[in-house]
């Protein structure tokens, strides 16, 4: 318990033994916003680099790792997620594969990932999403099979010193929860979960993407929102809170409301062709009432040309903003990163091309 305060004393004698005992003993990464820069541990990321003239101090570099805790509740599509070589499905392994592979990333320097409680479309764009992905029951509880995974994973991403950015609602799965109560619930309860378990590491998105139609509760869109932010930021323990943003869909700039209330500004870059016009988003999102100088982070972006002088991720970085990959592929365990079963590893042309840029820019 080297370290803490005696008000982080009385907290965690306030918690239940077992998430007592795992606050106690949670790695020590922390993550820390100042001004435009994020800081792990107090000091900047990438501390001092730059990169063809582009400044990549403060910068955190992701990918869309969005499936890491998977599970399909729905016995009627479970099957759809069958390993090759087994012939069934397995969210143990699937978890543990993740876990495995993250060292690899992060010694290509990538600092960040985002996962999400109720991941993300597991067929790349399909429009039906009958499976019932996640770790949040009707009522908003937390499933605690699929919290031990998340718990693993950033447990590792701790020891990795990497900063996580951990959803809760995705479109499409949002309806699984009942009303608005549960999504209140839900949204209490994760924060909860992660101060808790004493993780300093983990940045908060409240839905992906926000702005789409798809989503059911009239609190996960853009119009209230802000309000979800403002309740995950009002949760403390041992005096700390959590950093939370949402993400709004491709070429989106966040309202208003969302940027008045954030603690860092979450966009994504698909169908986002040109990459001037990344550039173009970060200036706009600096523009919008109520900015003031805060990070802005793309974390979704299905645009690669890795190879090329101009693509969407150094136009993110001209613009000082943090840029993530999103490489969907399909669900043979052969290519990307979102359609079970995911081979974690840097097995194709594309993350390798990715990985690649990653450590070229960071010097890892």
């Not at 900015?291 to 136009?315: G, K, Q, V, W």
């Not at 993110?316 to 043979?332: E, H, K």
Request: charged share 20%; with cysteine; proline share 6%.
């Amino acid at each position: 318990m080297a370290g803490m305060t005696r008000r982080d004393l009385l907290s965690l004698a306030a918690l239940p033994l077992a998430e007592r005992a795992a606050a106690a003993a949670a790695p020590a990464t922390e993550i820390a916003v100042d001004g435009g820069r994020f800081l792990i541990n107090g000091k900047p990321t990438y501390a001092a680099r730059s990169y063809k003239g582009m400044r990549i101090e403060g910068l955190l570099l992701n990918s869309r790792m969005i499936q890491g805790i998977f599970d399909d509740h729905n016995p009627e599509t479970r099957s759809k997620w069958a390993y090759p070589d087994t012939g069934k499905w397995d969210p143990d392994r699937n978890t543990r594969e993740f876990v495995a592979a993250m060292p690899e990333w992060r010694r290509h320097g990538l600092l960040s990932f985002t996962i999400n409680l109720q991941g993300g479309n597991p067929q790349g764009y399909s429009q039906a999403q009958p499976w019932v992905n996640g770790a949040i029951a009707p009522d908003g509880a937390l499933r605690p099979e699929s919290m031990a995974r998340l718990a693993s994973i950033l447990d590792r991403a701790a020891q990795l010193g990497m900063a996580p950015i951990v959803g809760v609602f995705y479109f499409g799965q949002d309806q699984q929860v009942k009303d608005e109560t549960g999504v209140i619930t839900a949204v209490e309860n994760t924060v909860q979960w992660i101060l808790g378990r004493g993780y300093r590491n983990v940045l908060l998105e409240i839905d992906n993407e926000c702005d789409v139609k798809a989503y059911d509760h009239e609190i996960l869109k853009p119009a209230r929102v802000h309000e979800l932010i403002e309740l995950a930021k009002s949760i403390r323990s041992g005096g700390r809170r959590l950093l939370v943003g949402t993400s709004f869909g491709g070429g989106a700039v966040p309202t208003p409301n969302v940027v008045q209330s954030s603690d860092f500004l979450l966009m994504h870059g698909n169908g986002v062709g040109d990459p001037r016009r990344i550039a173009q988003m970060a200036a706009q999102a600096r523009q919008v009432d109520g900015y003031r100088t805060m990070p802005i982070l793309f974390n979704e972006d299905d645009h690669f040309d890795f190879d090329r002088p101009e693509n969407n991720m150094l136009a993110a970085l001209s613009a000082y903003a943090s840029w993530g990959f999103f490489d969907p592929g399909q669900s043979n365990y052969a290519d990307g990163y979102q359609c079970p079963p995911v081979n974690w590893g840097i097995n194709t042309d594309r993350k390798k091309a990715f990985f690649g840029l990653v450590k070229e820019i960071t010097g890892a």
